[in-house]
Every structure is written in C-alpha cells, then in structure tokens.
C-alpha cells in the first residue's frame, strides 16, 4: 500500500535550517509529484510548494521562495524539503503528500512532522 | 491573489442534520480550481472534492460540492458522527494554492 513516512520531530534554533524528510513507498515514486503543506499550532493550512520527483522541477509558495528547498533521492525514494533561516513563525508541523501530477491534488499523506524553533 | 474566506468560522449541528459550508473568493476564479479538504485533530488533511464538484475517490456522496464564480459551497447532507472536524477549501490551480482558514463543523 502507499505510504509516505516522515522523518521524527526537529527543536532549532532561530536562523538555523532544517531538513524534513518523506519515505515513500507503495508505488512508483518518480510517477507523482509530492506537495509540502505546513499547520502552525492551531492554525489553518499553509500551502509551501511542490516537487517533481522524475525532472526535480519545483514550484514554491511566494513566501518561501529563497528560504525553501525540495529535493529528493530516487535510490532511497524519499523526498526532503529544507527551510533555512528559521524563525518562531516557522514552528508547525509539516506534512508532504503524494500529488498527481500537473494537477498537484493529493491522495497520500505523511504523519507530519513537528518543527520547534525556540531559543 | 486571490483570497478565500470560509464561513462561518465555525457551525454547530446535530448528527442526522445538513451542513452547509461557504467559501468565497475575492475574484472570480475557474470551477476547476476549487478543492475541499477535512482535517481531524491530529491528522493529515484529506482531500473531499476537486474541481468544485468532483468527489475524491472514497468520499460518501452525502459530500456535495457546487458554486461558480466567487462563491463556493460544500453541503454534508445528513451528518454523520465522523463528520465532525475542520474543513478548508483551497484554490487547487495556479499559483498561489492558498487555503482559506476553515470552518470547524462541531457537535451541538
């Protein structure tokens, strides 16, 4: 069955970074994209971009451009975002889902996982 | 950009009973590009109805979707207990994909 499982929760520093990653598995990992959504605590839904796994093309939210990066490594089918210069605001738990692609509508869903930026 | 806003921000209903959940964007926008997500406590969001009226796969049909334009509705024709939870409509074409800030649907 298809499954996305992301790596454990995270506690930095301000102006630090932080690497998220998402496993999957299940089916063919090039064959969809993975979206990245973000939910600060009692908060709605953030929408932070998407990754083409097959060409590495991306698309990122305004507000993260220059800060975000998504990757990933076909051998091991995970998929990774890294955000740099974290603030407080970026305390949230962030989920990757698989996406079909071009129209990016998710059908899969990871645990999430909590970032913590505290001092 | 285009904003989305839910309302209300909150609704209060009975098991059995029909909801109806409003999103409205600040400029008209294509059918196509309207998705409703419900999200439980502690859970990932999950995706309802693409295209404004399409059900995702596994969705009951007592999930509806309809509107055009600015104003967008999803309707749960008779609650049932598991409906209970934080819905969020979300511009699903273009860039960017904001979600609005949701409706918690909860139990009077």
């Known amino acids: 069955q298809v499954q996305l499982v992301q790596s454990g929760a995270e506690v930095k520093k301000p102006g630090a970074s932080v690497r998220v990653s998402c496993k999957a598995s299940?089916?063919?990992?090039?064959?969809?994209?993975i979206i990245w959504v973000r939910q600060a605590p009692g908060q709605g839904l953030e929408w932070m971009g998407w990754?083409?796994?097959?060409?590495?093309?991306?698309g990122y939210g305004q507000k993260f451009r220059g800060r975000v990066t998504m990757t990933r490594d076909t051998s091991i089918t995970t998929a990774y975002m890294e955000l740099s210069y974290l603030s407080s605001d970026d305390t949230a738990v962030y989920f990757c889902?698989?996406?079909?692609?071009?129209?990016?509508?998710?059908?899969?869903w990871g645990q999430g996982t909590l970032v913590t930026v505290s001092s | 950009e285009i904003v989305l806003t839910q309302s209300p921000g909150t609704l209060s209903l009975s098991p059995g009973e029909r909801a109806t959940l409003s999103c409205r964007a600040s400029?008209?926008?294509?059918?196509?590009?309207l998705a409703w997500y419900q999200q439980k406590p502690g859970q990932a969001p999950r995706l309802l109805v693409f295209?404004?009226?399409n059900r995702a796969t596994g969705i009951p049909d007592r999930f509806s979707g309809s509107g055009s334009g600015t104003d967008f509705t999803l309707t749960v024709s008779r609650l049932e207990p598991e409906d209970f939870a934080v819905y969020y409509c979300q511009i699903s074409g273009g860039t960017p994909r904001t979600f609005g800030q949701g409706t918690r649907l909860e139990i009077k």
């Open positions: 295209a404004t009226s």
């Open positions: 299940g089916y063919s990992f090039t064959a969809y994209d």
């Open positions: 889902a698989r996406a079909v692609r071009n129209d990016l509508l998710p059908d899969n």
């Open positions: 990754m083409n796994p097959d060409s590495t093309n991306t």
């Open positions: 400029q008209s926008m294509s059918r196509n590009y």
